[in-house]
C-alpha cells in the first residue's frame, strides 16, 4: 500500500511537471488560483501581490508575531487544502496539480523598519522553510 502511495504520488509530481513546463499558461493559471485562494484568505485591509517569478508577499495590516504566524498557516492550509486543475489541450485531460507554499514571515520593527530589510529576513526564513522539508512556515 505504501509502495502505492508513492507511486501515484510521484505520478502525480510528474504529471503536474509535465502540465506546468508545458506552457505558461498552465503555470499562470496555477498562480492566479493561489492568489486567489490567498486573497479570500485575508481581511480586506490586508495585501497580497505577486513578488517575482513564483513568489507573493502578503503584508498584513497591524498584526503581531502570534497572529501572523496563525495567518500564515491558514494560508499555507488553503494554499494545500485542493490540487489547481488544468485542461491539457491536446488530450483534454483533466489533470490535478498538487500544490503548496513555504512562508516566511518577518515583523516590523522586530525584524526591521525598512521593506527591504523586512523583505530580506521573509525571504530568508522562507528559504529555511524550504531547505526543511517545504510546506512549512518559518519566523525571521
Given at each position: ?8 504520488a510521484?505520478?502525480?509530481r510528474i ?17 492566479q488560483?493561489?492568489?486567489r485562494r490567498?486573497r479570500i484568505?485575508?481581511r480586506?485591509?490586508?495585501f ?5 517569478g513564483?513568489?507573493f508577499?502578503v503584508v498584513l495590516?497591524d498584526t503581531g508575531?502570534e ?8 494560508l ?5 487544502a485542493?490540487?489547481?486543475t ?10 490535478e496539480i498538487?500544490?503548496?507554499?513555504s512562508?516566511?514571515i518577518?515583523?516590523?520593527h ?6 527591504e ?8 526564513a522562507m528559504y ?12 525571521a
Amino acid at each position: 500500500a505504501a509502495e502505492q502511495a508513492r507511486e501515484k504520488a510521484e505520478q502525480a509530481r510528474i504529471a503536474a511537471e509535465r502540465v506546468v513546463k508545458d506552457g505558461h499558461r498552465a503555470g499562470d493559471a496555477v498562480l492566479q488560483e493561489i492568489a486567489r485562494r490567498l486573497r479570500i484568505s485575508l481581511r480586506l485591509e490586508d495585501f497580497v501581490g505577486r513578488y517575482g517569478g513564483e513568489e507573493f508577499t502578503v503584508v498584513l495590516h497591524d498584526t503581531g508575531m502570534e497572529a501572523a504566524v496563525q495567518v500564515a498557516e491558514r494560508l499555507r492550509l488553503e494554499v494545500a487544502a485542493l490540487p489547481c486543475t488544468w485542461e491539457v489541450e491536446e488530450t483534454q485531460e483533466i489533470v490535478e496539480i498538487p500544490v503548496t507554499t513555504s512562508i516566511g514571515i518577518s515583523i516590523y520593527h522586530e525584524h526591521g523598519e525598512t521593506r527591504e530589510v523586512l523583505i530580506e529576513a521573509a525571504d530568508k526564513a522562507m528559504y529555511r522553510a524550504k531547505q526543511s522539508g517545504r510546506n512549512r512556515v518559518c519566523l525571521a
